[in-house]
């Protein structure tokens, strides 16, 4: 028989509740990680700040709830209940952490941490920019030079093409009758003909 059957104290400290797995498979954590990491901030931390700055290294922000006292809040604005991730008692919260009054509700962390996503992510959006405008600046410089190189091939293309057409219509001018004997291909019909 399992060791945590006979006494509940042997037990393993990383079980979840089906609860605490949906939540955690609900935001793509894998809940056994989860509660782990929540039980590892709560280890090192002896006093409310302590714990504050250990679970914000992982993300999280500590604020009150009316029904539960004390939670921890993403990035998502997920909100996970202390005492049923640690595995404590409310009373065992307060004691640690103090009156739960100080800290600030949920909506409240929720803004701030929106404010704080705004900020980084203008300056992603900014530092994409910029990227972007560096690895466009050979492409458009490519760009530029086709572009210049296409005119001047336009512009020889035309001029050859006049040349041409003024010589051929030299040579037929040539092959054209003058004088009397192009009144008489004029009216016979042959001028046209011979002028196509």
Not at 8 to 17: E, G, I
Not at 104 to 122: F, N, S
Request: charged residues 30%.
């Amino acid at each position: 028989m399992p060791q945590g059957l006979l006494d509940s104290n042997n037990r393993d400290p990383l079980n979840y509740s089906l609860r605490e797995w949906q939540q955690a498979k609900r935001q793509g954590y894998d809940p056994k990680a989860l509660q782990s990491m929540f039980q590892n901030c709560w280890a090192v931390s002896d006093n409310r700040p302590s714990f504050e700055h250990a679970l914000q290294r992982y993300g999280l922000y500590l604020a009150k709830v009316d029904r539960r006292g004390y939670v921890a809040i993403d990035y998502r604005g997920e909100v996970y209940s202390l005492s049923r991730w640690l595995k404590v008692k409310t009373k065992a919260l307060q004691e640690r952490l103090g009156p739960a009054e100080v800290l600030p509700g949920t909506q409240e962390v929720k803004a701030k941490i929106a404010e704080r996503m705004t900020d980084k992510l203008k300056t992603y959006i900014q530092e994409t920019q910029v990227r972007l405008k560096q690895q466009v600046q050979p492409f458009i410089q490519k760009k530029r030079s086709l572009q210049h190189q296409h005119q001047n091939e336009r512009s020889q293309l035309q001029q050859k093409q006049e040349k041409r057409w003024q010589q051929k219509s030299f040579e037929r001018s040539q092959r054209l009758p003058k004088g009397f004997k192009e009144i008489w291909f004029r009216i016979t019909g042959k001028y046209s003909k011979i002028r196509d």
